[in-house]
């Protein structure tokens, strides 16, 4: 397993930018499959991002393309999520998460999720 920890949360101002991080505890972290996904109040949780073991590819929910960046660097066992030009849609409690296999959108097929950074936006 794989324990993971979120962090770059906060209160941001509509248009602002923000990047959220995510580090995992293990060594292997180049073997995992990365996603982000976000609950915003009375919602449900929703994907926002995917990224390949390598980088080589990567997902994006239609409502964050174009304003949102997903990028890893295995060396430091982190996973990044760069957000431009926030909107108050926007604002959610932000989850990393990790699985094996191939990529994917599907949240339940990740298996291993952190606590989660909350992001507001405010109008």
């Known amino acids: 397993q794989v324990q993971l920890m979120e962090s770059g949360g906060g209160l941001v101002q509509t248009g602002d930018s923000q990047r959220l991080s995510c580090i995992g505890s293990?060594?292997?972290?180049?073997?995992?499959?990365m996603g982000w996904f976000r609950q915003a109040p009375g919602k449900e949780r929703e994907f926002v991002a995917a990224?390949?073991?390598?980088?080589?590819?990567?997902y994006y929910a239609d409502s964050v393309k174009g304003r949102c960046t997903i990028s890893r660097d295995n060396a430091k066992n982190t996973v990044y999520l760069q957000m431009n030009n926030l909107k108050p849609e926007d604002t959610a409690v932000y989850y990393c998460?990790?699985?094996?296999?191939?990529?994917?959108?599907?949240?339940?097929?990740?298996?291993?999720w952190g606590q989660g950074t909350q992001v507001t936006v405010s109008s």
């Open positions: 998460a990790a699985k094996r296999g191939l990529i994917t959108r599907g949240q339940a097929l990740y298996n291993y």
């Open positions: 293990e060594g292997t972290f180049s073997s995992y499959v």
């Open positions: 990224i390949s073991k390598s980088a080589d590819t990567t």
